[in-house]
């Protein structure tokens, strides 16, 4: 009888066996013509702005988004299975669910409060 992790080796071998082969192909293979424009850092086409010494501050919206991206993957993750058991749970569980939607709703009203779903 042979091992049941042994197809799950042989998959993860073969996409990282791909991985390196993709990206030693591509070190190989791809041009090597660098110019100004391929060494700047990449900023989804906006021109990038002079930046401070240091670095400068980042606007804390985008600590705030990638927060509520946060909170929102992990109640998503949390919902799911319990709707899918929801019959054998019982009262406790949906009691616990009430409680974590609505410490979600905290936090989804602070984000809103403080301007983090507006984008200038």
């Given at each position: ?32 013509r660098?110019?100004?424009?391929k060494?700047e850092?990449?900023e ?6 002079p ?22 993957d ?12 929801f ?21 989804y ?9 507006e984008?200038?």
């Amino acid at each position: 009888m042979s091992n049941p992790y042994v197809p799950l080796l042989i998959l993860l071998g073969l996409g990282f066996g791909f991985a390196v082969l993709s990206v030693g192909t591509s070190l190989v293979v791809g041009p090597k013509r660098y110019n100004r424009a391929k060494l700047e850092a990449y900023e989804c086409g906006i021109q990038p702005t002079p930046r401070a010494e240091g670095g400068g501050r980042v606007p804390i919206k985008y600590f705030l988004t990638a927060m509520l991206f946060i909170i929102f993957d992990i109640e998503s993750v949390f919902l799911y299975p319990f709707a899918v058991a929801f019959d054998q749970l019982g009262l406790f569980a949906l009691v616990e669910m009430v409680l974590f939607v609505l410490t979600v709703f905290v936090a989804y009203a602070y984000v809103w409060k403080r301007g983090g779903l507006e984008w200038d």
